[in-house]
């Protein structure tokens, strides 16, 4: 149970109510993460700057998916698990692809596999790629400038990552389906 309260656009900050207009008009709701970071007008106001330019990348939306799910698992941070789950599987990621991403593996299609490695490996050496990391993305058809990108990324659900597993707001309805737990560690 959590300790930080859920909040609505009535029981936001001031601050933090255009926010939570905007994605009650993008997703139908109000995530709970997002009520949850509200409660920090300088959280979730820094959060939705960072997601709309990550959406307007050059990298496509099943491909950010993809990015937030592995980061979502490489940080071990359930309710984003659940959450990409979900969106990865409405834009096109194959089901399998996206069981292997929540198993710790990877898609086997290769460019979804080039993204996946390469968010990995930026948390899990904390950004410092060594050059043999970023050709083997280079390779799979990306450039220098979409490194910069997938770090734009990684930023960007670090801070739901961690919101998620400090404040662990409970896991709406539509997303139940694709609950996870992270692996005892």
């Not at 009650?24 to 700057?49: E, H, Y």
Request: glycine share 4%.
């Amino acid at each position: 149970m959590s300790s930080y309260p859920v909040h609505t656009i009535d029981s936001a900050p001031a601050q933090s109510k255009p926010v939570l207009q905007q994605l009650q008009q993008a997703f139908g709701l109000i995530p709970n993460i997002a009520a949850t970071m509200a409660a920090s007008p300088v959280l979730i106001n820094g959060f939705i700057g960072l997601f709309e330019r990550v959406h307007a990348s050059s990298l496509t939306e099943p491909q950010i998916q993809v990015l937030l799910l592995t980061n979502a698992v490489t940080n071990a941070s359930e309710w984003p698990v659940a959450f990409h789950s979900a969106l990865a599987m409405k834009q096109g990621v194959h089901p399998a692809d996206v069981d292997a991403i929540r198993h710790g593996g990877l898609p086997a299609d290769s460019t979804l596999a080039a993204l996946s490695m390469l968010a990995r490996t930026l948390i899990e050496k904390r950004g410092r790629l060594t050059a043999a990391d970023q050709e083997r993305f280079l390779e799979a058809g990306f450039s220098r400038e979409q490194i910069l990108e997938v770090i734009a990324v990684v930023a960007a659900s670090t801070i739901t990552n961690y919101t998620g597993s400090v404040a662990r707001p409970p896991l709406e309805p539509p997303f139940q389906e694709f609950t996870w737990h992270a692996p005892a560690s």
